[in-house]
């Protein structure tokens, strides 16, 4: 999927990755064209969210390798909102402005421009007057506006979101698909985890299709196939949590 001569902004090579030994993705071969928008989809612990936590160095592989085009630093990473401290003490404006930590540093003040920038980017995701808030006492749309904030201040040419629209309501999911949207028109590369397979197809041109090994790849109506969805959910079901690395030799880049 990547045009002749241009460097993919993420290349997966023979890619194995897992826990304590056990494999949850198996062999995956494909490129994610610079500028692509992809969601990662498939039954519930198919792989999706270990994939991504690889690419953010918070697992290694267990065999195989991927390249990423411009490094870690390129990466803007939005995790599962289950996995965020809500009882952390800190308002609104603070979280967001973290999204500016590669440049004030951990110890940093903010410019002025850059507290101008904060509040561009909660007027952005529609949560202008919330700057004091405390994320505690937020909804979980909110919340996720706040992250989304958070993620525009990062500037990344890579987004890589998990379940971004999962337990939000139908507004926040329009508003965010729409941010989603813009950044892809303004030429960053997207890999998103998602579970409306509606909502992939409507907006989503390119996808993934793992069951704990890749089941398809490439643009949407092809790999959103009944044949293809049935197989994965045969792959998902027949899965052996205790099995060890298989060894076959790594197959040809998913079609």
């Known amino acids: 999927m990547t045009a002749t001569g241009t460097v993919p902004a993420v290349r997966f090579e023979n890619l194995t990755l897992g826990y304590d030994r056990h494999p949850a993705v198996h062999h995956l ?3 994610i064209a610079s500028g692509a928008l992809v969601a990662v ?7 999706k ?4 936590k690889a690419l953010v160095g918070e697992l290694s592989p267990l065999q195989g390798s991927f390249r990423l085009k411009n490094g870690r630093d390129g990466i803007a990473y939005l995790p599962q ?7 952390f003490p800190v308002c609104v404006f603070d979280m967001v402005a973290m999204g500016l930590w590669r440049e004030i540093g951990a110890f940093g003040r903010l410019r002025r421009e850059q507290a ?7 007027t952005a995701v529609g949560l202008s007057g919330f700057e004091s808030r405390q994320i505690g006492a937020l909804s979980g749309g909110q919340l996720q506006r706040a992250r989304f904030a958070r993620m525009m201040l990062q500037d990344a040419p890579l987004l890589l979101l998990d379940e971004p629209f999962n337990a939000i309501d139908a507004r926040t999911i ?3 698909v729409a941010l989603v949207v813009g950044w892809h028109a303004e ?9 409306n397979l509606e909502l992939v197809r409507r907006h989503f041109p390119d996808c ?9 790849f490439g643009k949407t109506s092809d790999v959103l196939t009944p044949e293809r969805l049935a197989a994965a959910r045969r792959l998902a079901s027949e899965f052996d949590a205790a099995a060890g690395i298989c060894h076959r030799h790594p197959a040809a880049e998913v079609a």
């Open 29 to 31: 071969s494909c490129e």
């Open 41 to 47: 989809v498939g039954p519930n612990g198919a792989g």
């Open 49 to 52: 969210s270990t994939l991504l």
């Open 81 to 87: 909102q289950s996995e965020l401290d809500r009882s």
């Open 116 to 122: 101008q920038r904060v509040e561009a980017a909660l």
């Open 174 to 176: 329009e508003d965010l």
């Open 187 to 195: 030429g960053r590369t997207i890999l998103a985890v998602l579970h």
């Open 208 to 216: 993934l299709l793992l069951a704990r090994e890749p089941v398809g």
